[in-house]
């Protein structure tokens, strides 16, 4: 049984972290003025999956989170981040480039 406990709070941590690096993700669209446009590319959902997935991949959680609190005047994402690309496309196509 405590093998069963032990695997659940593996899972339930997996599942914190997940959501975390979601809210991240989530905050760094907002903050670069994207979230809109994300919602409305071609394949939407694939789109938005990878980046899930980049994110989720990404070992800077911490460094984001401050980066997200203390920047005011953002044009770009941090150099370490991992859906800069797709966001520089984004911002492309909202004419914020």
Request: charged content about 25%.
């Amino acid at each position: 049984m405590a093998v069963q406990g032990v695997s659940d709070m593996r899972f339930l941590d997996y599942l914190i972290a997940v959501d975390v690096r979601t809210a991240l993700m989530d905050r760094m669209m907002r903050k670069l003025g994207v979230d809109r446009q994300l919602k409305v590319v071609a394949d939407q959902i694939q789109v938005t999956n990878r980046a899930v997935d980049r994110c989720r991949s990404c070992g800077h959680q911490e460094e984001c989170s401050t980066w997200l609190d203390n920047e005011q005047n953002a044009n770009h994402p941090p150099a370490y981040c991992r859906n800069s690309d797709l966001i520089a496309r984004l911002q492309l196509a909202a004419g914020q480039r």
